[in-house]
């Protein structure tokens, strides 16, 4: 799409006028993304649709394409926020349930005001997808996100430098279609767990089957 746009303005003609400016950007604006699942389309309240796991995965796969193209993507929404499609926020009469999606943008909201890093975006050997950045205090967010939701894999990331890895956060279900209910309002979470470990320019990262993780690495 990005090539799309560029190839049309190069051929956007020049301006008959000097007081008529010729366009040299356009952003890339995304309207609406997200899961939309058939039984949603016969569901009552209207378009009403449960969140799990495998739509967490799909989740965290968007966000890595959307920030990874931040610089021609300026807006991209959620469609929608709460009691519709992809929903981060579902009610039950009184109840609020946070769905998995809930976890998934809280795990990235530290990219935010970050710089977006080099990287493979499909790791060869696990098929971990991956997306990484870097703020401005120096630590780096690595994003490893197993789309297989029967295998765990194991990744080995290489830093360009020595990195300390200081916390982890995942978030997993023990199957694709897990999901909070007002019952259940915490069946499918991220946890948090911190990391000792040594400074090094290689780590071993194991994800389970169907996850979504945020790695947070202190540099030196």
Same mark, same amino acid.
């Given at each position: 799409?990005?090539?799309?746009?560029?190839?049309?303005?190069?051929?956007?003609?020049?301006?008959?006028?000097?007081?008529?400016?010729?366009?040299?950007?356009?952003?890339?604006?995304?309207?609406?993304?997200?899961?939309?699942?058939?039984?949603?389309?016969? !569901?009552?309240? !209207?378009?009403?649709?449960?969140?799990?796991?495998?739509?967490?995965?799909?989740?965290?796969?968007?966000?890595?394409?959307?920030?990874?193209?931040?610089?021609?993507?300026?807006?991209?929404?959620?469609?929608?926020?709460?009691?519709?499609?992809?929903?981060?926020?579902?009610?039950?009469?009184?109840?609020?349930?946070?769905?998995?999606?809930?976890?998934?943008?809280?795990?990235?909201?530290?990219?935010?005001?970050?710089?977006?890093?080099?990287?493979?975006?499909?790791?060869?050997?696990?098929?971990?997808?991956?997306?990484?950045?870097?703020?401005?205090?120096?630590?780096? +967010?690595?994003?490893?996100?197993?789309?297989?939701?029967?295998?765990?894999?194991?990744?080995?990331?290489?830093?360009?430098?020595?990195?300390?890895?200081?916390?982890?956060?995942?978030?997993? !279900?023990?199957?694709?279609?897990?999901?909070?209910? !007002?019952?259940?309002?915490?069946?499918?979470? +991220?946890?948090?767990?911190?990391?000792?470990?040594?400074?090094?320019?290689?780590?071993?990262?194991?994800?389970?089957?169907?996850?979504?993780?945020?790695?947070?690495?202190?540099?030196?």
């Amino acid at each position: 799409m990005g090539a799309l746009i560029e190839e049309g303005l190069a051929n956007v003609p020049q301006p008959e006028s000097t007081l008529e400016p010729r366009l040299e950007h356009i952003d890339l604006v995304v309207g609406e993304w997200g899961n939309w699942h058939r039984d949603a389309f016969f !569901a009552r309240p !209207a378009l009403y649709q449960q969140v799990t796991m495998r739509d967490a995965i799909t989740t965290a796969l968007t966000l890595d394409i959307l920030q990874r193209h931040a610089d021609k993507i300026s807006i991209a929404c959620n469609a929608q926020t709460v009691n519709v499609l992809n929903s981060v926020i579902l009610t039950d009469g009184d109840a609020t349930i946070l769905t998995p999606n809930f976890d998934v943008f809280m795990m990235y909201k530290a990219h935010r005001g970050a710089t977006a890093l080099t990287v493979a975006p499909v790791d060869e050997t696990s098929g971990a997808h991956v997306f990484a950045s870097v703020a401005d205090d120096g630590t780096i +967010r690595v994003n490893l996100t197993n789309p297989s939701m029967t295998d765990e894999v194991e990744v080995e990331i290489d830093f360009a430098v020595p990195v300390r890895l200081d916390q982890r956060e995942t978030l997993a !279900a023990a199957t694709p279609t897990d999901h909070n209910t !007002a019952e259940a309002p915490d069946a499918v979470r +991220r946890v948090a767990e911190r990391i000792d470990g040594e400074a090094s320019g290689r780590h071993t990262v194991r994800l389970p089957a169907g996850s979504v993780t945020v790695l947070t690495a202190q540099q030196g």
